[in-house]
T-cell receptor, first 110, second 112 residues
Framework: GIQVEQSPPDLILQEGANSTLRCNFS?????LQWFHQNPWGQLINLFY???GTKQNGRLSATTVATERYSLLYISSSQTTDSGVYFC????????????FGTGTRLTIIP | DTEVTQTPKHLVMGMTNKKSLKCEQH?????MYWYKQKAKKPPELMFV???????INESVPSRFSPECPNSSLLNLHLHALQPEDSALYLC???????????FGEGSRLTVL
């Protein structure tokens, strides 16, 4: 099956800093999503981005499908940004399921 | 507010108990999912229902029994669980199984 690796595994930043999280995947995909899992466990949708660039407030994401990677940018970090960030990919042929990456644990220090 | 609601949020059960987790969505989605997540790991798929029919079972032990009574509801029946089944159980839904996934808040299960 498809392999999904995220980097870095852990990231600790001061409030106000910017960060870039990376997601690499081993094969072509039809679907890529970024999620933020808050400390209570809920997975919150950030972006549905199989290709291209999207922005939502302080967050933006870019997926370069031909090179099999996606980036999540967080600017002016706030303590509420803390948690684990997952990318997840899916291929629609062969009934392949949504496969989650290894995650990046982000801690924002006041 | 999440549009996928799960109950209960927390559940503690003994190994001989029978309990159920419930999930409901009102987004008109026709695919619903159960995921299991252990601490510090990514979610792992357990079951997928598409148009109320079980389409994927990821070799889950029979002590977990899913049920989809209608397009809005998804249950996970639990019986004779083991302590290693303690985890966060997440429900999700999407359009027709090939679109954006939306997750509920999860049910945190502890098996004693």
């Amino acid at each position: 099956g498809i392999q999904v690796e995220q980097s870095p595994p852990d990231l600790i930043l001061q409030e106000g800093a910017n960060s870039t999280l990376r997601c690499n995947f081993s094969d072509s995909v039809n679907n890529l999503q970024w999620f933020h899992q808050n400390p209570w466990g809920q997975l919150i949708n950030l972006f549905y981005i199989p290709s291209g660039t999207k922005q939502n407030g302080r967050l933006s994401a870019t997926t370069v499908a031909t090179e099999r990677y996606s980036l999540l940018y967080i600017s002016s970090s706030q303590t509420t940004d803390s948690g684990v960030y997952f990318c997840a990919v899916e291929r629609w042929f062969g009934n392949e399921k949504l496969t989650f990456g290894t995650g990046t644990r982000l801690t924002i220090i006041p | 507010d999440t549009e996928v609601t799960q109950t209960p949020k927390h559940l503690v059960m003994g190994m001989t108990n029978k309990k159920s987790l419930k999930c409901e969505q009102h987004m008109g989605h026709r695919a619903m999912y159960w995921y299991k997540q252990k601490a510090k790991k990514p979610p792992e798929l357990m079951f997928v229902y598409s148009y109320e029919k079980l389409s994927i079972n990821e070799s889950v032990p029979s002590r977990f029994s899913p049920e989809c009574p209608n397009s809005s509801l998804l249950n996970l029946h639990l019986h004779a669980l083991q302590p290693e089944d303690s985890a966060l159980y997440l429900c999700a839904s999407s359009q027709a199984g090939t679109g954006e996934l939306f997750f509920g808040e999860g049910s945190r299960l502890t098996v004693l």
